[in-house]
């Protein structure tokens, strides 16, 4: 008799927890339909598939827009001055 | 000085094709809990992720202690002293628990010209933060060492040791134990004698009535009003959320199941801790609804038979032919079709148009000459199929990363219909949809049964598998543990033949 | 409220920027130049342009399948040095003194461009093989492939300069349409160029194996999934990949008149920034054509600007490279915004 209401006992609990589990797909349901949709959100991972050699690479080592902005500034101004140095030297 | 510690005001937010917020507003007093309630897409966790800085608002404001601020992103949100329990976790399993908890607010010691990481005092704080809430946790272990639910009660010391003054706790309990929730609640009475404001989003009534003080409604985008929690009961709660009158979530079905066609046996894996002697038959114009607990190996076992896993022994039978089935695209030339679980990952081609993600298994039928695509016929196959199943988009040249999940679902569903495949394997086909596309996506379904395809369905969901299947397969562990009749199905029978394997 | 309008305007500005910056950046720098120099703005001037263009968007072409479905190739300018030089062995006149293979025959103009287009094909399909079945990263699969091609093409040139081919091999890259009356109007380079765009632009846009690299380019489970054969389209895109730069190859050599082990080094890092800077991102699963020819005309703009300014040599190098790093930067951008 005790064997048996413990065993019930575990499917309650058991059950219980796949209420739980139920519940947290049914919240997780509204997260991803609203992510699901494109914009400047915040989405769940993108596909990741085999990944790169460079995703991987960048996975690792944290490089951010801004910093890269930056990057891409100076590379830019780098190019300006070369070619008006070039330009000049090339008159003279 | 507002007797609210934070206001949002007429908070706008559209994404393409939906309005997630329509003037929706939120008034929070220090020292409360604030219950926000709402059906999926109601637009809760829009309105937190506004607040917390994750999404920007089209229009509104928000006003903090009486003062308009704008949080430009969750750091900011930090700084002001709002912090966020999220839904989804987004555990960096590889790491240290402490690290989890400081991640992008590290500790940081001067070493001459260099800024380091500090991981003693980082340690010691998380130790700190980890006794304040009652865990017992070694800050030091890896994240992935713990249990689902040990993870989300981390995620809940992460915010609170941000010393905040409003705290959104979404859906904090849905992974907790009985034991956990109640060492959250008490959490969650001290954090209320300090002051702290705190947004509690969940849909379960008895918590809500027992911890709240206040209650906001919220139904499609927009504010319905807010009461004081004493005053509501679980039917005033739910009318004020739904609105409307609730219909049946599944439709009548008239399929009627024939011969057995497909035959399984004795399937087994080359991993030995999957899938292993599964052996199952499907008839045409069946749904055989497949039931398990996560780890059961239901997904492995369907990409084994779509020639998506290997297998190292068992047969597969289709009309009486023995299928070779090694890449899906042998599956696909027998008539097989697959909607996998994660249709991010694997199933939509995100980054191209809704008429390339039709076409794609189907290409050989719509050319000229052997070789160049005829585009009028491909049109015309996505008209047809948006007309057929009530697919929302604004053309076909759009990208089908910006429809909702549940078009996207019926997109992937016309590209398996445009091959006439005979069987339908539909891995979790409504997760992540609300709930109006679920009800067209169980009634295509439906007719897709009653035509005389035999649909395979994993569904981790009770309610929609006793509700649409004709019969169910338990799984267990990776074996299959028994079949339920669909009419003698309940949540009890399922549940026993879905842990027969567990550790008791 | 204003504030936030204000940023999403500034992110827009940054997008539209990181798509255009370069082609804006280098329009201005040909503005410049052409009001400041004689004979920028000249006809010999364009068909000088068109004349160097056109192999290179040729090859580029090639790279723009690797990239688009998120692969790359490195042993581009390796193959395209192979090319000239077979080219070279196989075209020299049957007059010349310093005949390579001097027990050859005369062989056709026709019949040395297939066997060149069939050898580097050859390869190309080892390239496709080895990514496709072996699953190893395209960066180092062609990687590897640019050492062996270039020494096999060390060790059949015995690194000996080429010259001396007959006259019909040259005529190819030197002749022009509708020649004498007007005076020389369409090269036929231009003409070859432009039978490849076509047939690329159809290719990519009309037929199966577009839609298919395409497919895998954006996400190759779902495309794997949805029952696109990859190991076959891999091979294709890498074969054709190969045939094109060895068409490349075949014509630079006639341009140039003659050919070492040296020709065509480093031009894939041109042809994957042009390709960069045309809207073929490394990715994947987005890319024109259309971009390609734009990137490479972009480029081509900026050496003739350069030498217009007589800038020199090596401030050249430094200039060039600086653009490649910025098409680079400017791609890693897109990703990492997107994440």
Known sequence: MRLFSSRKAQLEQKARELEEREARLIQREQALEQQSVQSEEEASPPPSGPRNAKERFYDKIPVTVHQLDIFIGICIAAFVLVVLIGAIQGQG | MSEYRLEMRNVVKTFPGVKALDHAQLRLRPGTVHALMGENGAGKSTLMKCMFGIYHMDEGEIFYEGQPVHIKDPLDALHHGIAMVHQELQPITERSIGENIYVGR???????????????????DAARVLEEVHMNFDPRAKLGSLSVSQMQLVEIAKAVSADCKVLILDEPTSSLTAGEVEALFTIVEELKSKGVAIVYISHKMDEILRISDEVTIMRDGQYIGTWAAKELTTDMIITKMVGRELVDLYPKRKN???????????????NPKSFRNVTFSVRKGEILGVAGLVGAQRTELMEGLFGLRCHSKGTITYKGEELKINRPADAIKKGIAMLTEDRRATGILGVLSIADNVSISSLNQYLIGGIMLDDKKIEQLVQDNVAKLSIKTPSSKTLIQSLSGGN???????????????????????????????????????ELARQGKSIIMISSEMGELIGMSDRIMVMCDGRVTGFIDGDKANQENIMELATQFEAV | MAKEAKQLNAARVKQFLSNYAIIILIALLALAVGFTRDNFFSRSNLVNLIINVSPRFIIACGVSGCLITKGTDLSAGRMVGLSACLSAMLLQDVAYSGRMLPWLPDVPVFVGLIAVLVICGIFGAINGCVIAFLKVPPFIATLGMQTIVYGLCSVITKNQPMGGYKDSYTKVANGYLLEGAVGKIIPYLAIIALIIGLFMWFLYNKTRHGKYMYAIGGNESAAQVAGVNVPATL????????????????LLGAK???????????????AIAACTIGGVSTNGGVGKISGVLVGVLVFEILKICLQFLRVDPAYTFIAQGLVIIVAVALDLRKYLAKK
Not at chain 2, 106 to 124: A, F, R, S, T
């Open chain 2, 106 to 124: 590290y500790p940081l010691k001067q070493i001459g010209p260099v800024k380091i990481i500090d991981h003693k005092k980082m340690y010691e």
């Open chain 2, 256 to 270: 009627v199941p024939g011969e057995e066609v497909l035959q399984i046996e004795d399937f087994t894996s080359i």
């Open chain 2, 408 to 446: 996207q679902q019926k997109v992937l569903i016309s590209r398996w219909l445009a091959n006439n495949p005979d069987i339908f394997i539909l891995d979790e086909p409504t997760r992540g949809i609300d709930v109006g596309a679920k009800y067209e996506i169980y009634c295509i379904i439906e």
């Open chain 3, 235 to 250: 091979i294709r895109i890498y074969l054709l990949a190969a045939v094109l730069y060895a068409l490349g190859g075949f």
């Open chain 3, 256 to 270: 140039a008149g003659g050919a070492s082990v040296q020709t065509g080094y480093g031009y894939e890092l041109e």
